[in-house]
């Protein structure tokens, strides 16, 4: 994937994206409402088309096409799996199922700025840990925004996000991290699950960026679907996400992806 040069956001600017933010988390919260046992992911998919629309917005993965892709992204939401780790596409074949361990992720187009969100949620009975895993990748994204200052790094949240979820020894995802967002879905900084403090690209207010640590009940290792998107476990181990968009400001941060 290919990022172009770090932009940054006016408060205006920044005042749309939270409100697209607060939108796109109504939208997760509903979909995490309906994503019960019988459920196909594509009706998901539907749903969280529908309520973007209602608002006058728009899904920004329908038809993305990331660098390298062969083919536009073709749903709204990606819907990952059990030990589909991110990008999962829906399909009428895919029913939900007991015990699932379900990531719902999406990007909103609200007046032409983009934010993006995800939740793991856990369909039925929950297996213990399972659990674990869920509420640990909350968690570690909770501890990646809290290490956010003004003139820190990225390096240091990756930092705050390793050191939070190494006791528990869930692995970090390889190769898949956060991003900056606003005008594309994708754009700089790079932003890791794991690092040292003070390295990377220098956090300034105005800056816009989607931490997402990805965790895994196994091996760190991934491997990628046929389909040319969904992330997969290599040794097929369930897996987690949490995502927020955040905006650097002058004091810290805002979360833009809450209600």
């Given amino acids: 994937m ?18 697209g933010g607060r939108r796109l988390a109504v939208i997760l919260a509903e ?5 019960k046992v019988g459920v ?9 088309y529908e309520l973007a629309k209602k608002n006058g917005d728009k899904p920004a993965f329908l038809g993305y096409k ?16 059990n030990d589909e ?34 939740v793991t949620i856990i369909v039925g009975k929950a297996d213990a840990k399972d659990r674990e895993l869920v509420d640990v990748t909350a968690k570690a994204l909770r501890k990646g925004i ?3 200052k003004p003139g820190g790094t990225v390096g240091d949240i990756g930092h705050a996000i390793e050191e939070y ?12 991290a956060g991003h900056g967002v606003g005008y594309k879905v994708h754009e700089d900084p790079y932003v890791p699950n794991t690092g040292k403090k003070g390295t990377g690209e220098t956090l300034e207010p105005g800056m816009v960026i989607a931490i997402e640590p990805m965790l895994t009940r196994g091996t760190s290792k991934v491997i990628f679907d046929t389909d040319g998107y969904t992330v997969r476990t290599k040794d097929g181990k369930r897996s987690a996400h949490a995502e927020h968009t955040v905006a650097i400001t002058k004091r810290g941060y805002l979360v833009l992806t809450e209600k």
């Fill in 146 to 148: 809290e290490a956010i």
């Fill in 85 to 118: 780790i991110v990008h999962g596409i829906p399909s009428e074949d895919k029913i939900l199922k007991n015990g699932d361990v379900v990531t719902l992720d999406m990007g909103l187009v609200h007046d032409g700025l983009i934010t993006d969100s995800a």
């Fill in 31 to 35: 979909l995490s409402a309906k994503a």
């Fill in 40 to 48: 196909s992911t594509a009706e998901l998919d539907r749903v969280g």
């Fill in 2 to 19: 290919i990022f172009k040069m770090i932009t940054i956001k006016s408060q205006e600017e920044i005042a749309t994206l939270r409100e």
């Fill in 66 to 81: 990331p660098y390298g892709a062969k083919y536009p992204f073709p749903a709204s939401v990606c819907i990952s799996i």
């Fill in 165 to 176: 979820v190494k006791p528990y020894g869930f692995g970090h995802a390889e190769g898949l």
